[in-house]
């Protein structure tokens, strides 16, 4: 969708996966394998000393665990300040704002996709949100506008996971793809220059556009074991 839009390029090629087989190996034996590769490289995509590690793979092969572990062990072995960065709650603030716009202009108040969803809308939206320092000089996404003036950590666990938001999001997310591909991109590549090392946990569609060379698949070589470890 995003790409018949228009919105991101139907030929941009991102850099290579390195396969991690997993099989047989514990997180901690698959993250030290990761960070084998991370710290020989030297080049975390980051020009402030930070970096982007990008890590897929199927249900089941331990993306989560394996993304807590690389966090801990970057944070405590090589003193790195590590964040964890999901597209969950860009993808709730653009819903928190359409649902918002319906309740401002339908009658009813009742979310309306066919209406709130419109290109112009969309656009209109995503200026509303900005990532950048804010209080404390500390990283995070602002949603300003139609009256709302939020800070993303601040009400991630109150109001982006309201009914409105949390039964809308699947609607919103599939014509908002490409727009919160190219946020997150920028916001994480602002990160990466700043010497944070951004941990970044998605399907390749959407992991894609992110620039890295620390880029990962995690696989099991007996599909048969999926979801056991």
């Known amino acids: 969708v995003a790409q018949s839009k228009g919105v991101i390029d139907p030929n941009f ?34 020009a402030g000393g930070g970096g982007v590690v990008v890590l897929c793979g199927l249900s089941g092969t331990g993306k989560g665990t394996t993304v807590s572990t690389l966090k801990h062990k970057l944070e405590n072995e090589d003193n790195k300040h590590v964040v964890c960065w999901s597209n969950g709650n860009i993808f709730r603030s653009v819903t928190l704002l359409a649902a918002t716009w319906c309740e401002q202009n339908i009658p009813n108040g009742e979310f309306n996709a066919e209406l709130a969803l419109t290109k112009e809308n969309l656009q209109k939206f995503m200026t509303m949100l900005s990532f950048g320092k804010f209080n404390n000089d500390t990283y995070d996404t602002r949603i300003c506008g139609l009256g709302l003036d939020y800070m993303v950590s601040e009400v991630q666990n109150t109001e982006l996971k309201v009914p409105k938001v949390s039964k809308n999001i699947p609607t919103v997310a599939e014509v908002t793809q490409g727009e919160v591909i190219l946020f997150a991109a920028d916001a994480i590549s602002k990160m990466g220059d700043d010497g944070i090392f951004v941990l970044l946990e998605g399907r390749e569609q959407t992991v894609n556009y992110v620039r890295t060379p620390l880029r990962f698949t995690l696989t099991l070589s007996d599909m048969s074991l999926i979801g056991k470890r």
Do not use: C, F, M, Q
């Open 13 to 46: 090629v991102p850099e290579e996966y390195i396969t991690i087989d997993v099989l047989g190996k514990n997180p901690d034996e698959v993250a030290d394998e990761i960070l084998g590769i991370v710290r020989k490289s030297g080049d975390g995509g980051g």
